[in-house]
């Protein structure tokens, strides 16, 4: 038996029993009911007390029952309801899997047809590489033609030892017989025509179809002459001055001095740091001024600084207060900034790298407005 019968057995036995012993309870006695007589030594307020218990067990096991029969319908409707939601998730989304796969086939098939090699009048059916004596190894070379033709046409030479690669592999990997002289032969057909076989000496050119040489050779000719037409194009394009910004020669004389700046600065390097000297603990004045003085005359900035400004004026002493004489006179220009950073570089060799970066920058500035 199921759940539901155990519980409808239970509640009707609970039932019946309160209702027995209430009525024992009552003193209604089972003779009035037809002079059935049973006598039981129960006490008599005992009787209402089972018969309670038991009504109130029947009572419980009926609301349980009710409950469970409505909590499991209301779980089958849930389940029900979720059940015919799964069921059309899955039927869309198969739909959709349905439609994407064709459209996967449809694009397969379309790139299929775009990518698909054209096919070529020119078949070649065989081809092989060995001695006109017939001597020695003789070498299948088929699919070397074949990869190597190019639309309706192929065109190969000089036919030597070592040429007939494919795919990283040689296939004349050894001469046929060294000394013999070796021809490459070939049989194929063109357009649905009969086959043909042809054979072209070692060192010589195969062109097939035969009649299709001169075709070839006039087209890597015409090739030849429009690359060459570009380049002279090309030429003449980037010979002929620009009107809109004109590069004078006082103008690229200034940008030239300012790109042969920064290279000076980029050979010298960075400046060295100065380590920082501090008083050690218990070390007296006279002994930390003795200590100082020796680390200033083995300074290592210092030095870098006196090679920095000797070797700005062995290179820029004369070009640079040149060049800032010759935009004075043409370009009428008088850069009191530039006068300064000039001076400094020259004599000062504590502010020479700033006042070299300076000079860059006011030369700079200047070309920008300058049309000489």
């Known amino acids: 038996m199921d759940r539901k019968k155990w519980m409808f057995i239970f509640a009707a036995l609970g039932g019946l029993g309160g209702l027995a012993c209430i009525l024992q309870w009552a003193e209604i006695k089972p003779k009035d009911f037809g002079g059935w007589h ?8 005992l009787w209402l007390v089972i018969g309670l218990g038991l009504l109130m067990l029947s009572l419980l096991v009926s609301v349980s029952g009710l409950y469970s029969s409505v909590r499991g319908d209301r779980a089958n409707t849930i389940l029900r309801t979720e059940n015919e939601r799964l069921r059309a ?17 449809r694009a397969v098939s379309t790139i299929g047809q775009l990518t698909a ?55 004349v990997p050894n001469d046929p017989k060294d000394g013999a002289p070796k021809r490459l032969e070939v049989t194929y057909s063109y357009d649905g025509e009969g086959q043909k076989t042809i054979q072209r000496a070692e060192g010589g050119r195969l062109t097939l179809p035969e009649d299709s040489g001169m075709e070839w ?27 809109q910004y004109p590069l004078g020669g006082l103008r690229l004389k200034t940008l030239l001095l300012c790109s042969e700046l920064q290279g000076f600065l980029g050979e010298q390097g960075e400046e060295p740091q100065r380590p920082e000297l501090h008083k050690n603990p218990g070390e007296d004045n006279d002994d930390f ?16 600084r006196a090679g920095f400004l000797g070797a700005f004026r062995m290179k820029f002493k004369a070009s640079v207060p040149d060049l800032r004489d010759e935009i004075l006179h043409r ?37 920008k407005d300058m049309r000489l």
């Open 331 to 367: 370009a009428r220009i008088n850069d009191q900034r530039l006068n300064g950073c000039i001076d400094t570089a020259v004599h000062d060799p504590n502010g020479n790298v700033q006042a070299v970066k300076g000079i860059i920058d006011r030369l700079w500035e200047i070309s």
């Open 38 to 45: 049973v006598s039981l030594a129960v006490p008599h307020w």
């Open 217 to 243: 050779f006039e087209s890597e000719l015409n090739k030849a002459k429009a690359e060459l037409q570009a380049a002279k194009d090309n030429l003449k394009l980037s010979t002929q001055p620009t009107q």
């Open 289 to 304: 001024l003795v200590r100082y003085r020796a680390a200033a005359v083995d300074d290592a900035v210092m030095k870098w």
């Open 117 to 171: 090699p054209k096919s070529s009048r020119l078949i070649i059916h065989s081809a092989n590489y060995a001695t006109w004596s017939g001597e020695g190894r003789r070498y299948d070379v088929t699919r070397f033609l074949r990869s190597i033709v190019t639309g309706d046409s192929l065109v190969f030479g000089p036919i030597e030892n070592g040429r007939f690669w494919i795919e990283g592999e040689n296939l």
């Open 89 to 105: 998730d899955y039927e869309i989304l198969n739909g959709q899997f349905v439609k994407m796969t064709a459209d996967f086939n």
